[in-house]
């Protein structure tokens, strides 16, 4: 596989994932401005009420995490551009090693790619927790 075809199929995988994110994030905002604002002001028993407490803070939990997962993915992107203006830069100036030791992939700090792992894990316990709920009721 030559790069070009790499970096097209890396470029596709990111902004393919990135789109999944948003999307996710969006659902998961939807649905909790909706269940909280339908389920305010009702009665419900002591079980019910925990796991509705539970299952509107997990989703709370979820949309943080993604938000900093999608900050990641948005950050990919300029560590990328920065990376080739910092080779093209240091090889204009003539300095070869330099350039050389510039990397030819930017990865993610660790914390945005435990932010991912995290929004989907915080997403799944609150929809367990709904169905949690909705036997309880």
């Avoid at 970096?7 to 994030?25: F, I, P, Q, V």
């Avoid at 998961?28 to 796991?51: D, R």
């Avoid at 990328?80 to 093209?88: G, P, Q, Y």
Wanted: glycine share 8%.
């Amino acid at each position: 596989m030559t790069q070009s075809n790499l970096s097209k199929y890396s470029k596709l995988k990111n902004d393919t994932n990135y789109s999944y994110l948003r999307w996710l994030m969006l659902i998961a905002a939807g649905a909790f401005s909706l269940t909280a604002g339908v389920a305010f002001g009702k009665p419900f028993s002591g079980c019910q009420l925990l796991a509705l407490k539970a299952a509107l803070s997990m989703n709370v939990i979820g949309i943080l995490c993604g938000a900093i997962a999608v900050h990641g993915e948005s950050n990919l992107a300029q560590g990328a551009l920065r990376l080739v203006c910092d080779k093209e830069k240091y090889t204009l100036l003539g300095n070869r090693e330099a350039a050389a030791n510039v990397p030819d992939a930017y990865a993610l700090p660790w914390l945005y790619k435990i932010s991912e792992w995290a929004f989907y894990l915080s997403l799944s316990a609150s929809l367990l927790l709904w169905v949690v709920f909705i036997w309880l009721g």
